[in-house]
């Protein structure tokens, strides 16, 4: 079992930054493939970043350029920095992990948080 839980979201004027945690726990963190999904009103869940092992990233095309995903095996955390936020950056923000790069990209997902919100104000 992978516990996760995220941190730092909330309501950021357009063009601000913020940056998202998620501490895991449980199995080994640096096995595991981590990854960022976001949910707005009304939409469904959608890809926004991931990051295998080794430190390899994958960005959906929407945030490519403004987002970062980063991982510290050492504090069991992945980070998502969040520049140049719009308002249609608003959503809640899901932590995930897999075994595989591939399956946080693509899905399925083993193991998600419970989620953060984050509120971008135009």
């Known amino acids: 079992q992978v516990q996760l839980v995220e941190s730092g979201g909330g309501l950021v004027q357009a063009g601000g930054s913020l940056r998202l945690s998620c501490a895991a726990s449980g199995r080994t963190f640096s096995g595991y493939a981590m990854g960022w999904f976001r949910q707005a009103p009304g939409k469904e869940r959608e890809f926004v970043a991931a990051i295998n092992r080794l430190g390899g990233t994958y960005y959906a095309d929407s945030v490519k350029g403004r987002f970062a995903i980063s991982r510290d095996n050492a504090k069991n955390t992945v980070y998502l920095q969040m520049n140049s936020l719009k308002p249609e950056d608003t959503a809640v923000y899901y932590c995930?992990?897999?075994?595989?790069?591939?399956?946080?990209?693509?899905?399925?997902?083993?193991?998600w948080g419970q989620g953060t919100q984050v509120t971008v104000s135009s």
């Open positions: 995930a992990s897999a075994t595989t790069f591939g399956a946080v990209v693509t899905g399925p997902v083993d193991y």
